[in-house]
């Protein structure tokens, strides 16, 4: 799986966007973009995934560049209980799944 | 629940002792995986099963650890020997498998809140 690149932390005021940058410059065709976040204590959860098209569910928006080299997770209105370490991970899809690789991914901490 | 469910939540152990963990996926959730996460670092990657098989076991760091998984279901991941290194929370996920009939598959993996393990 490709190699992604995020920044160490990130500050945000709450009710205001958290735009979390990824690297992903080696990334091939078919493989896909990830986002999970891990809260405190708790095990990892999936937020959203794409292809190459800007994706939005209930939790959060993802926008990847149209050379898919990097992306963009979107939280439009932070809260404190979005503190979080925000992975970022590229894998491919249709494998037999295999593992996700975690790096170390950014810690977004939420000020009131 | 309808979510991961592992345990014990907490371990204690004396060194060289073995210990068992457990892990009961998602109904229906074909893949399972075992990672673990020492304090203050990231999500390392142990053993991915797809139904009762192993087919990547890379992260497996020493032959005193194996997991098995029987009946498609329940996982146990079994440290022999626990050394004071082994301290960390071990995490469980399952996901769907590609083509299950019916199912969304979006290649998700639903994460456990982990047990925590710690060697004295």
């Known amino acids: 799986d490709a190699k992604t690149t995020q920044p160490p932390s990130m500050d945000c005021a709450e009710g205001r966007a958290a735009n979390l940058p990824c690297n992903h410059s080696t990334i091939s065709g078919n493989e896909y973009v990830y986002w999970y976040r891990q809260i405190h204590s708790q095990g990892p959860q999936y937020i959203i995934h794409g292809l190459k098209n800007n994706e939005t569910n209930e939790m959060a928006s993802l926008i990847i560049t149209e050379d898919r080299k990097s992306s963009t997770l979107i939280l439009p209105h932070a809260t404190l209980r979005d503190t979080a370490v925000y992975y970022c991970?590229?894998?491919?899809?249709?494998?037999?799944?295999?593992?996700?690789?975690f790096g170390q991914g950014t810690i977004l901490t939420v000020h009131p | 629940g309808a979510g991961v469910s592992q345990s014990p939540s907490n371990k204690v152990t004396e060194k060289g002792k073995d210990v068992e963990l457990r892990c009961d996926p998602i109904s229906g959730h074909t893949a399972l995986y075992w990672y673990r996460q020492s304090l203050g670092q990231g999500l390392e990657f142990l053993i991915y099963?797809?139904?009762?098989?192993?087919?990547?076991k890379s992260g497996l760091p020493s032959d005193r650890f194996s997991a098995e998984r029987t009946g498609g279901s329940v996982s146990t991941l079994t440290i022999q020997r626990t050394q004071q290194e082994d301290s960390a929370v071990y995490l469980c996920?399952?996901?769907?498998?590609?083509?299950?009939?019916?199912?969304?598959?979006?290649?998700?993996?639903?994460f456990g809140e982990g047990s925590r393990l710690t060697v004295l």
């Open positions: 991970i590229v894998r491919l899809r249709g494998t037999s799944y295999g593992k996700l690789t």
């Open positions: 996920a399952s996901s769907f498998h590609r083509g299950t009939s019916g199912t969304t598959n979006t290649g998700e993996l639903f």
């Open positions: 099963f797809q139904g009762n098989s192993a087919p990547d």
